[in-house]
Nanobody
Framework: QVQLVESGGGLVQPGGSLRLSCAAS????????MGWYRQAPGKERELVAD???????NYGDSAKGRFTISRDNAKNMVYLQMNSLKPEDTAVYYC??????????WGQGTQVTVSS
């Protein structure tokens, strides 16, 4: 099992920035891809960005050019730097990791609200 704890969400004004963090513990040796998803009210959960152990990244269309994902393998952390935030970025953001045997683990989520 892998346990995930997200932090860094909150209320921010349009145009502002936030940095989300996710700490992994447990069977961390089995982690391959780490990533962020989000789910807004009434919408399906969608990929924001993910990153594999080698550092290759993949971004959802909504994140390209504004968000940056990074990870620290030594600390078992993944980060999401979000800039130029828009009201439509308001959602619960979930950390997800995928193990080398394709098991998925999810965090509890952190709320991000973009509003003036």
């Amino acid at each position: 099992q892998v346990q995930l704890v997200e932090s860094g969400g909150g209320l921010v004004q349009p145009g502002g920035s936030l940095r989300l963090s996710c700490a992994a513990s447990g069977r961390i040796f089995s982690i391959n891809t780490m990533g962020w998803y989000r789910q807004a009210p009434g919408k399906e959960r969608e990929l924001v960005a993910d990153i594999n152990r080698a550092g290759s990244t993949n971004y959802g269309d909504s994140a390209k050019g504004r968000f940056t994902i990074s990870r620290d393998n030594a600390k078992n952390m993944v980060y999401l730097q979000m800039n130029s935030l828009k009201p439509e970025d308001t959602a619960v953001y979930y950390c997800k990791v995928r193990s080398i045997v394709m098991n998925d683990y999810w965090g509890q989520g952190t709320q991000v609200t973009v509003s003036s």
